[in-house]
Each structure stands twice: as structure tokens, then as C-alpha cells.
């Protein structure tokens, strides 16, 4: 690889050992060093160091804070990094309801600078303090409160993209860029449009392994619906004009605490018509995590979890007609017992243990880590009984401990093995559950990378 035609580019590339070990790794579980790390400042430096990777056929990576969970952000190739710069937030229009965001621009940064004018961004990944907008756009990321705003490429309303040749591109419904790749995609996805149908039907809010066909297929000339969730292997998103919403007026939370999984499941089935923002659900080896922390203590007070032991928690909010829709939650006695937060404080208490989840679960003691590999596959939410029912013959003979919680509303449970991968056995139980899950949501018509990305992780299962 010729890096004088890299360092030749007018962008600043690194090449320091340092700084390829800081890169090679994100939040997923592979280790891959880079041949460099690029820091555009802008759509034109990002072009030129795109350009002359291809010149020197080096394979790029687009990168974002590196949170995502699949090993999308990793690779052999020149990372082109677009956290450290990029961070401009511009053309704020209340009436059209968008602005525009450099790649780089933080999730929590963007929420601030809208607060004051009664504005959010709807998507809410629990990473909001880290995960970029290029990153949320690239992996469509979502939260909790997906049956209320949608995904993050529901909100999106244009990109400014530099291909893979440098070209620098705005694409979207009022552009007219892109033609010829617009109208080869448009055949290519009416062709199999009945496949598309068959594998994709509706039902699913959460549901993105790569390229957003069926949505391309609903709107065949925003090609933002291709490039969001495309993971940057379509180009790089340089910036993007982007949807925001009203911040809700009125919030309620309700906790309904089980004795198991299934029952959760089976609960949020018929909590669904009660047309919540969000039904989150922890099990008992996420919250265990809070024992004896100090931080936690009073949301375990709140949640009473030191004398009434439960094993699985649904969080469940409402926004909009609240006091009679908890009134409703309470009357349904579900599980062992329904909890009311009584203010925003309490709500903070409980939210900031879902929040921190992942931090908690991994920050286990031992060699053993609860994984990520089979943790964004989703299903139809009325499947979510049989489905957990599906896991637990896969993988309660394996004798494993396993975490489940996650966006159960949507049908999608981060579910994380608690493996060693340092021992042969834990490595290859490792295999022996990725194949057999992949294989239990192809029989649902679910989806296996729901919100996270396909990455490294899954690539050989689509
Ligand atoms: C503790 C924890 C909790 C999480 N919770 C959630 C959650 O609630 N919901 C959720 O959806 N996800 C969640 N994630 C996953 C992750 O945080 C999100 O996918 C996030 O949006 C990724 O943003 P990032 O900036 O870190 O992207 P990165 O990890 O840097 O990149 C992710 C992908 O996007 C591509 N990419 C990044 N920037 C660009 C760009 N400018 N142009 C083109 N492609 C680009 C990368 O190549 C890669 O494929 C969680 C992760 C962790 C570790």
C-alpha cells in the first residue's frame, strides 16, 4: 500500500501505532487494526483522503464514536473518523421541523441545542452521550420509544454523501442526483419485490439489516431510504438535514414486576394495546448488577428489589392520556405486582438503570462476559413467547447464564450468553448459538440485526 498518495490527500492521516491500536477495536467483540486513521474536516477533505484510498486501493471505513455493538466500524482499511470533527449543527427551521448536522454532531449535543426550542430528535439510542449522527444514520439506530417516532432514518430528510470515488452527492426525495444508481436500484428492488413482501412484512417496526429495500420500494425516489442502514459501505455521510418533533408534554411510567421471562413476554403481548411509547424489559442479571452500588441504591429502594425479589421487570411508559392509561396498566394485575412513578424523579431513577444496563452487565466480575452476537435479533412482538421459548431450548441444556432485556415494545431483546471466549468449549458454544439463533428468527420472519447493525457480527447469515 502506497501511503505517500494517503498522506498526499489534503486531510490529516495518522499512521502511529498508537492511534491504529485506539482504532482498532469499537464496542463489539473483534480486534482488527487499520492502516490509518483520517480526520476530515469537512465533506471536501473527506473526499479528497476517500479518493485517494481508492487510488491506492485501500478499502475505507467510515467511523463514528466506534459505540456500535458489531464490528461495523472496524476494519484493514483506512478508517475515515468524522467524531472529531463535523460537529456543526445549522439551519434550524421550526416551522419545516428539520435541521442540519454535521456527521460528527453528537446525539446529546443535538437534544440540547433543541431543548430550549421544545424540540428533540425522536430516535433515543441508550448511547445518546457518545453515538454520532453519522453512526445513528448508518446503523438506522433506535431506542425505546421506536412506537412513537420510528427509526432514525424515518427522520431523515437528506444526506450529503462522498462516494466511494469522492464524488461529493446530496440524495434525497426533492434531489435529483444519482439517477442512473436510483433507477438500477429501483429494478433491482421491484424485481423482487414479492420476496421483499414475503421476508419483510409489516408488523415489524424495528427491522433493519442493511440496505432499507422495502422502504426504497414504498418511496422510489429518496434514495436516503438505501443509504440509511447501508453501514458506510455505500459511502461516506458527510452531513445530514434531519426531522425533529415536539418534546412530549406529558409523561408516565409504570414498573410491573414477574417471576419470569416468559411471563414478561407473554405481558407485553397484551400490553400492546395500550399503545404504550415504550415496554422495556430487565431480568434479573442486569438489575442484580445495582446490588450494593451506592449510585443505584435508591432506585432499588424505589423498586423494592432487596425484599421483593422478582426475576424479570417491564418498564412502561406513556406519553399523552397518562393518568388513565396507568390507571388502566394497574387494573390489568399483571406478574407479581405493578409499580406507579409518582413523579419525574422517580421516573429518572428507573430509566437510569435501564440506561446504564450494558455498562452494568458487562462491567461483571470474572472472565466471562455477558456477549454481544445474538443480542438484535427481533420478531414480531406477539412471537416474543415463543421465541424466548425457542432460546431457552437452545441454550438452557448448554447450562449457560443468560441476560435478556431490551425494547421488548418492538419485539426486540438484546439477548447476551454469559461466555468465555478464552476456553475452547465457551467458543465453540459461541458458534453453536449464533447458527441456531440465526436459524430460529428465519422461522419467525424476524429480523437479526434490528437496530445494531449487521457488521462483522453477522455478515455470514444474511
Ligand atoms: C452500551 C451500548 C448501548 C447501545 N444502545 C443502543 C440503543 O439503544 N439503540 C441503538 O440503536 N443502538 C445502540 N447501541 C449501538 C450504537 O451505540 C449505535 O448503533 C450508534 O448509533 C452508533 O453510533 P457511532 O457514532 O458510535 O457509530 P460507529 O460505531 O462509529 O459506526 C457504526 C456504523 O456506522 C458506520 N458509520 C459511522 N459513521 C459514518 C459516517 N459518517 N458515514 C457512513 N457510515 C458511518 C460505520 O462504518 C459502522 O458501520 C448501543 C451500544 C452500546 C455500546
Known amino acids: 500500500m502506497n501511503k505517500r498518495q494517503l498522506v498526499a490527500a489534503d486531510c490529516d492521516v495518522t499512521f502511529d501505532n498508537l492511534t491504529r491500536q485506539l482504532y482498532a477495536s469499537d464496542a463489539s467483540v473483534y480486534q482488527i487494526e487499520p492502516v490509518g486513521v483520517a480526520f476530515p474536516k469537512s465533506a471536501q477533505q473527506a473526499s479528497s483522503v476517500i479518493m485517494a484510498a481508492a487510488d491506492a486501493g485501500v478499502p475505507v471505513i467510515p467511523r463514528g464514536a466506534g459505540s456500535g455493538l458489531s464490528g461495523g466500524a472496524i476494519g484493514d482499511g483506512l478508517v475515515v473518523e468524522f467524531s472529531r470533527h463535523n460537529r456543526q449543527i445549522s439551519d434550524l427551521d421550526l416551522e419545516q421541523r428539520t435541521v442540519r448536522c454535521g456527521a460528527g454532531v453528537v446525539l446529546d449535543q443535538l437534544n440540547t441545542f433543541l431543548k430550549p426550542h421544545g424540540f428533540c430528535f425522536g430516535p433515543d439510542v441508550a448511547t445518546s452521550s457518545r453515538a454520532t449522527i453519522g453512526g445513528m444514520i448508518a446503523n ?64 415489524m417496526l424495528k427491522r433493519w439489516s442493511g440496505y432499507g429495500i422495502e422502504r426504497f420500494l414504498r418511496e422510489p425516489h429518496d434514495l436516503t431510504e438505501i443509504f440509511s442502514a447501508s453501514e458506510g459501505t455505500l459511502g461516506a455521510i458527510c452531513s445530514a438535514e434531519l426531522n425533529i418533533v415536539p418534546r412530549p408534554r406529558e409523561k408516565g411510567l409504570g414498573l410491573v414486576f414477574f417471576a419470569s421471562v416468559a411471563e414478561a413476554m407473554q405481558a407485553t403481548v397484551e400490553l400492546l394495546p395500550l399503545q404504550p411509547a415504550a415496554i422495556e424489559h430487565i431480568d434479573k442479571p442486569l438489575f442484580d448488577q445495582t446490588k450494593g452500588q451506592l449510585h443505584f441504591q435508591a432506585a432499588r429502594d424505589l423498586m423494592e428489589l432487596d425484599t421483593k425479589p422478582c426475576e424479570a421487570i417491564l418498564i412502561v411508559e406513556f406519553y399523552g392520556d397518562v393518568a388513565e392509561r396507568l390507571v388502566a396498566l394497574s387494573a390489568m394485575r399483571l406478574g407479581l405486582r405493578t409499580l406507579i412513578c409518582r413523579n419525574q424523579a422517580e421516573m ?102 434490528a437496530e445494531h447493525g449487521v457488521g462483522i457480527a453477522r455478515t455470514e447469515y444474511m
Request: charged fraction near 20%; charge should be neutral; glycine fraction near 8%.
Open 348 to 449: 429518572n431513577l428507573v430509566w437510569a438503570v435501564r440506561k446504564a444496563g450494558l455498562s452494568l452487565l458487562t462491567g461483571r466480575v470474572g472472565p466471562a462476559k455477558p456477549l454481544a452476537f445474538i443480542e438484535d435479533a427481533a420478531v414480531p412482538p406477539a412471537q416474543l413467547p415463543a421465541y424466548v421459548a425457542g432460546l431457552e431450548r437452545i441454550m438452557n441444556p448448554m447450562g449457560l447464564e443468560v441476560c435478556y432485556y431490551g425494547h421488548a415494545a418492538t419485539g426486540l431483546l438484546h439477548v447476551r450468553p454469559v461466555l468465555d471466549l478464552r476456553t475452547a468449549t465457551d467458543l465453540a458454544k459461541y458458534r453453536q448459538i449464533a447458527d441456531a439463533v440465526s436459524q430460529l428468527v428465519r422461522e419467525f420472519k424476524g429480523s437479526l440485526a
Open 140 to 203: 438506522n439506530s433506535s431506542g425505546a420509544r421506536v412506537p412513537v417516532y420510528g427509526t432514525t432514518a424515518d427522520h431523515v430528510v437528506s444526506l450529503e454523501m462522498v462516494l466511494a470515488d469522492g464524488r461529493i452527492e446530496n440524495v434525497g426525495a426533492r434531489y435529483d442526483s444519482l439517477g442512473a444508481e436510483r433507477q438500477m436500484i429501483a429494478q433491482l428492488v421491484q424485481r423482487h419485490a414479492a420476496e421483499i413482501a414475503e421476508w419483510m412484512p409489516p408488523g
